[in-house]
């Protein structure tokens, strides 16, 4: 069973630095390319950013583009996404996925997803 837990969503002023983690089990973590996106309530899950299956390509959100980053450590089973210069409209919850492929922004295309960790910047 494939379990992906998120971690490290929180309260953060704006302007400030958050990094999320994933940790995946049940599965070989890298035979998978990884994905984080975000949903706001009452709104639809949108992309976020993409890494592929040995961290070399990553591809990312116009939204997030330059401030945050999308990382994993195959060691560890574990993906990371460091968020900086954090903004308001930041504001949800983020999920994370797996995917067969690199490069998907579809939520169609990932076969997996964590519970979600919230992350909040005021203002």
């Known amino acids: 069973q494939v379990l992906l837990v998120e971690s490290g969503g929180g309260l953060v002023p704006a302007g400030g630095p958050l990094r999320l983690s994933c940790v995946a089990s049940g599965l070989t973590f890298n035979t998978y390319a990884l994905g984080w996106f975000r949903q706001a309530p009452g709104q639809e899950r949108e992309f976020v950013a993409t890494v592929s299956r040995d961290g070399g390509s990553t591809a990312y959100a116009d939204t997030v583009k330059g401030r945050h980053t999308i990382s994993r450590d195959n060691a560890k089973n574990t993906m990371y996404l460091q968020m900086n210069s954090l903004k308001a409209e930041d504001t949800t919850v983020y999920y994370c996925?797996?995917?067969?492929?690199?490069?998907?922004?579809?939520?169609?295309?990932?076969?997996?997803w964590g519970q979600g960790t919230q992350v909040t910047v005021s203002s």
């Open positions: 996925a797996v995917s067969l492929a690199f490069g998907a922004t579809q939520n169609s295309r990932y076969i997996n």
